[in-house]
């Protein structure tokens, strides 16, 4: 199985700041990557598809890019709404398996 | 208004078994993969098994496989997980999810979640 590995595990940052969140694949998937965000007791919220899509109503601040064995995530400018776990996911195959998460805290 | 609501939950003894449900509303059910998805306390998200539309093809994750079973009725709108011989490590909240609203492979990026419900393996 292709395997996903996130890095950092955790980061924390200041409001405004530029945040960055990298997703590496054992081997090569395409641009079959989503990433959720997940606030802490709520439900896994999809941010993007396809790599760099944005799901509808997602801020704008959000973007992804990347393809093949390398992705990120970015968020322009962090706001205190964005303390959150993020998790990337690839389903180029079966199984469409998860990053481990990222948790993103405000400085 | 799409929804997917899942029951079932509960504490149950290792070993033991439990059913799971998730019902549908809002949208055509029977085209759509559907998946349960979950995650222990403290933990990531893991993907344990998914649901042709039809009902024709499943697939399971190692960690479930031949113990839990993912089945579905297309006229009640209702997806199923019947989990058996059940273990400490498979607590966790159960998330039933598809890919509704993008376009693309239906194997991911899944844009409608349930609330979850909560299953507990404990003596």
């Known amino acids: 199985d292709i395997q996903m590995t996130q890095s950092p595990s955790s980061l924390s940052a200041s409001v405004g700041d530029r945040v960055t969140i990298t997703c590496r694949a054992s081997q090569g998937i395409s641009n079959y990557l989503a990433w959720y965000q997940q606030k802490p007791g709520k439900v896994p919220k999809l941010l993007i598809y396809a790599a760099s899509t944005l799901q509808s109503g997602v801020p704008s601040r959000f973007s992804g890019s990347g393809s093949g064995t390398d992705f990120t995530l970015t968020i322009s400018s962090l706001q205190p709404e964005d303390v959150a776990t993020y998790y990337c996911?690839?389903?180029?195959?079966?199984?469409?398996?998860f990053g481990q998460g990222t948790k993103v805290e405000i400085k | 208004e799409v929804q997917l609501v899942e029951s079932g939950g509960g504490l149950v003894q290792p070993g033991g078994s439990l059913r799971l449900s998730c019902a549908a509303s809002?949208?055509?059910?029977?085209?759509?993969?559907m998946n349960w998805v979950r995650q222990a306390p403290g933990k990531g998200l893991e993907w344990v098994a998914v649901?042709?539309?039809?009902?024709?093809?499943?697939n399971y994750a190692d960690s479930v496989k031949g113990r839990f079973t993912i089945s579905r009725d297309n006229s009640k709108s209702t997806l199923h997980l019947q989990m058996n011989s059940l273990r400490a490590e498979d607590t966790a909240v159960y998330y039933c999810?598809?890919?509704?609203?993008?376009?693309?492979?239906?194997?991911?990026?899944?844009?409608?979640w349930g609330q979850g419900t909560m299953v507990t393996v404990s003596s």
């Open positions: 996911q690839k389903y180029y195959s079966a199984p469409p398996t």
């Open positions: 809002g949208f055509t059910f029977s085209t759509y993969n």
């Open positions: 999810a598809s890919r509704y609203y993008s376009s693309g492979s239906s194997l991911g990026a899944f844009d409608i």
């Open positions: 649901i042709s539309g039809s009902g024709d093809n499943t």
